[in-house]
C-alpha cells in the first residue's frame, strides 16, 4: 500500500463525503485495508504486526455493524 493509493482512496472518501453511508464505508474499508497492511510488514519493533494482527481479530466477532 502505497502513499499514493493510500492518498487516492482519501481522496474519493472526500468526492463521496455527500454520501454519508458510502464515505463511511470507504473509510472503514481503507482503515481495514491499512491494518491488513500492517500486519503483513511483520514488523518486530514494538510487535506492530501483531498488534495489528490482534484488532483485525473484531472481523470475526458476530455482531449487526451498523452504518450512518
Do not use: P
Request: charged residues 35%.
Amino acid at each position: 500500500m502505497t502513499l499514493d493509493e493510500i492518498q487516492k482512496e482519501v481522496e474519493d472518501i472526500r468526492e463521496s463525503s455527500g454520501d454519508d453511508k458510502s464515505a463511511h464505508s470507504q473509510e472503514d474499508n481503507l482503515y481495514f485495508q491499512f491494518i491488513v497492511y500492517i500486519k503483513n510488514l511483520n514488523i518486530k519493533e514494538n510487535d506492530l504486526s501483531k498488534k495489528a494482527e490482534e484488532v483485525l481479530k473484531t472481523q470475526e466477532i458476530e455482531f449487526a455493524r451498523w452504518c450512518a
